[in-house]
């Protein structure tokens, strides 16, 4: 079974038309997908949709029902929500320091849940 962290940006791509969500609409489709995202994404997510309607990019009405739609996804499974542990931070740290300068690993990239592999 392939398994995917998805990063906000990542995810918003299945629920706003923008470059990448072609691919991402594809990997929901492969059979037995797992995503995976963490507590703080559902969170982002939540800004992500009211940014987009303060923009203009949506109505109210179309980030209400796509901020229903990402939370089904949840519910039904689609999408496992996974929580950041003391460790996990301390393992994403020791990434970026590894890699920070050579690589553009970045913060919340970093910090892959080790309980979601």
Avoid at 46 to 75: C, E, H, W, Y
Avoid at 102 to 116: G, Q
Wanted: hydrophobic share 45%; proline share 2%; net charge positive.
């Amino acid at each position: 079974m392939a398994a995917y962290f998805f990063d906000t940006s990542a995810l918003a791509k299945r629920y706003h038309l923008e470059e990448g969500t072609a691919r991402v609409q594809a990997i929901f489709a492969e059979s037995g997908t797992r995503i995976v995202i963490s507590h703080l994404t559902v969170v982002e997510m939540r800004s992500m949709f009211g940014t987009k309607v303060r923009t203009g990019a949506i109505d109210r009405a179309t980030g209400t029902a796509l901020a229903i739609r990402f939370q089904s996804d949840i519910a039904e499974g689609l999408v496992d929500v996974f929580a950041i542990t003391p460790y996990d931070y301390r393992r994403a740290d020791g990434l970026l320091g590894r890699y920070a300068f050579t690589t553009r690993l970045r913060s919340l990239d970093a910090l892959l849940p080790v309980n979601c592999r």
